[in-house]
T-cell receptor
Framework: DTAVSQTPKYLVTQMGNDKSIKCEQN?????MYWYKQDSKKFLKIMFS???????INETVPNRFSPKSPDKAHLNLHINSLELGDSAVYFC?????????????????FGSGTRLTVV | TQLLEQSPQFLSIQEGENLTVYCNSS?????LQWYRQEPGEGPVLLVT?????EVKKLKRLTFQFGDARKDSSLHITAAQPGDTGLYLC????????FGTGTRLKVLA
């Protein structure tokens, strides 16, 4: 019954490789996100998608390419991995922001993908 | 760009003690959410506050929204080891931003 599921949980890869992280949500939300959490635990938004359309691209290098085949899926492909890409990547989903958020509603996060580039 | 500063950054206390965590911004919040993140997991939503001066309670956790909607606090009464985690405030819409975080450790 996982609400937001990401795969893989752990990813260890060499510099220069290309890798993908998959995310799926079964909550019926129409907005999905990718976040990066660094070693200091700071969570920074990377991308926001609403109904499969890119809404926010927060100055992320173009080596990162999100793809949303439908409202329930948002995948992240990373080309030419660098050491600095090592972090935990979180997928999240929500209703369209602002709708009903006064009723104790926010984001639902996946459990993260720990990416280590060696 | 709105920045959310949380304090303290780290907090280590004994079981049974009370504590307060703060979230401040130079800008007005439309609404604010508080999350708790445990190791190896994603943040989990605790509460949303919307109205200036609002107070919400979740068992031993009390959340307060400042009158001017530029700050918020989270107070935990009689902390337990299960409260250990990273506490995050957050606000925004599509560009949803998180605070700098408070790492709480409650010792048994």
């Amino acid at each position: 019954d996982t609400a937001v599921s990401q795969t893989p949980k752990y990813l260890v890869t060499q510099m220069g490789n290309d890798k993908s992280i998959k995310c799926e949500q079964n909550l019926g939300h129409d907005t999905m996100y990718w976040y990066k959490q660094d070693s200091k635990k700071f969570l920074k938004i990377m991308f926001s998608y609403n109904n499969k359309e890119l809404i926010i691209n927060e100055t992320v290098p173009n080596r990162f390419s999100p793809k949303s085949p439908d409202k329930a899926h948002l995948n992240l492909h990373i080309n030419s991995l660098e050491l600095g890409d090592s972090a935990v990547y979180f997928c999240a989903s929500s209703r369209t922001p602002g709708q009903g958020w006064g009723m104790n509603y926010g984001y639902t996060f996946g459990s993260g993908t720990r990416l280590t580039v060696v | 760009t709105q920045l959310l500063e949380q304090s303290p950054q780290f907090l280590s206390i004994q079981e049974g003690e009370n504590l307060t965590v703060y979230c401040n911004s130079s800008s007005v919040f439309s609404s604010l959410q508080w999350y708790r993140q445990e190791p190896g997991e994603g943040p989990v939503l605790l509460v949303t506050v919307v109205t200036g001066g609002e107070v919400k309670k979740l068992k031993r956790l009390t959340f307060q929204f400042g009158d001017a909607r530029k700050d918020s606090s989270l107070h935990i009464t009689a902390a337990q080891p299960g409260d250990t985690g990273l506490y995050l405030c957050a606000t925004g819409t599509y560009k949803y931003i998180f605070g700098t975080g408070t790492r709480l450790k409650v010792l048994a």
